[in-house]
């Protein structure tokens, strides 16, 4: 008998893995929780129907979502991650020598705790003495926070339930004050080929609302419905497209490399156009 999980992205795709066995689910206060082992990707981390993080792929995600800000800052010291429960983000900011303090807050004590009982090479970093962790929405978080961190990384779930908020213009404005002032944001900001009409473009003006240098940059992750993945980075100050690569120590990666530091910021024309960005270089 073969057991398989349907990750249903609308009512025209599907993404389905063959799986060996459920190791947890449980309906936490905030969503579903299942962790499953897959034949092809290893164990999986899935939030209401859609996979988070999977141990044979999720390098390409944090390795991008982390090393691209951390390295357009010239000395990151203290960084606040929201979301991020699975512990990948925080193990790539930690690689910074720099890095003296990582806040993560994470809305759902729930998918922390199974991260650490079933993902333990994705949240290793979580127990390193320069992490607190805190249990609170990451909207009201960063609210209340000002002038205070040098990076500012959204780890977050898709735009539903308790992540709606932030994607939204206001939270980045609150970002961009929780910042010092020459402080970056780093989103992740979806997939270019899913929910584009409204998501994408609102997205990624809500960003360029509050931040003078705004840019998109992509990635490529085979268990992220239809592959092409983007983040987008908001900077008071530094352009991660001056970073001289030189500068880009090798800490260990398995994607980032100092020229795909410059060259995932090198955008198709249909997604610059649908960012509204079509003119630029
Ligand atoms: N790499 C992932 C992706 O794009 O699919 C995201 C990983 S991480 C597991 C996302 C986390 O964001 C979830 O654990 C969820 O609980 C958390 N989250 C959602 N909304 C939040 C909020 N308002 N404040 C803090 N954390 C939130």
Request: one cysteine or more.
């Amino acid at each position: 008998m073969s057991l398989w999980f349907t990750e249903t992205e609308n009512s025209n795709l599907a993404l389905q893995y063959n799986v060996n066995k459920v190791l947890a689910h449980k309906q936490t206060k905030y969503q579903e929780l299942i962790v499953v082992d897959t034949d092809r990707f290893g164990r999986t981390l899935i939030l209401d129907g859609a996979v988070q993080t999977t141990v044979a792929d999720e390098y390409v995600y944090h390795e991008m979502i982390a090393h691209v800000p951390l390295f357009t800052h010239p000395n990151p010291e203290k960084v606040l991650i929201i979301g991020g429960g699975d512990g990948g983000t925080v193990r790539e900011t930690l690689k910074h020598k720099s890095v003296k303090e990582v806040h993560l807050v994470e809305i759902d004590p729930d998918v922390v705790a199974v991260a650490k009982e079933y993902l333990p090479e994705i949240s290793c970093g979580l127990s390193d003495p320069r992490v607190i962790i805190q249990h609170t929405d990451g909207i009201k978080y960063v609210a209340d926070h000002e002038d205070e961190y040098d990076v500012i990384i959204i780890d977050s779930s898709d735009p539903v339930g308790p992540a709606v908020g932030l994607f939204r213009e206001e939270f980045y404005a609150d970002v961009n004050r929780a910042l010092k002032d020459d402080g970056i944001l780093v989103a992740q900001t979806e997939s270019p080929w899913l929910n584009v009409d409204i998501m994408m473009p609102e997205i990624y003006q809500g960003i360029k609302a509050s931040f003078p240098i705004t840019r998109m940059y992509l990635c490529y992750i085979p268990t992220y419905p239809c592959g092409m993945w983007s983040f987008t980075l908001g900077s008071k100050k530094y352009d991660p497209l001056e970073v001289d690569p030189s500068q880009i120590i090798d800490l260990g990666y398995r994607y980032y490399t100092p020229e795909l530091h410059h060259a995932s910021f090198a955008l198709p024309q249909f997604i610059k156009e649908l960012i509204g960005e079509a003119d630029k270089k």
